[in-house]
């Protein structure tokens, strides 16, 4: 090859580098802040995960005692029963 053909073809890659390269670091940055994005999201679904286990034990021991408490209603409305027949 000549000198003049590999001027023509390092002026080509070169031209194609520069048209590419802007939009390569846009791609770039776009897909920066969307792993920023997930990371974010990431977090909050751990937060809601651990809010949400507490909130079900919260009920849990909250339907606990509801029954235990009816169980007594239960039980002292049959001694009033039993004391007033």
Do not use: N, Y
């Amino acid at each position: 090859m000549t000198t003049q053909q590999w001027g023509i073809i390092i002026g080509v890659v070169v031209s194609g580098v520069l048209a590419i390269g802007p939009w390569m670091f846009m791609v770039h940055a776009k897909l920066a802040v969307l792993a920023s994005q997930v990371a974010t999201l990431c977090r909050k679904m751990d937060q809601a995960s651990e809010t949400q286990e507490k909130l079900w034990s919260v009920h849990t021991r909250h339907a606990t005692k509801l029954e235990t408490h009816d169980v007594q209603i239960g039980q002292i409305s049959q001694r009033l029963r039993d004391l007033l027949d």
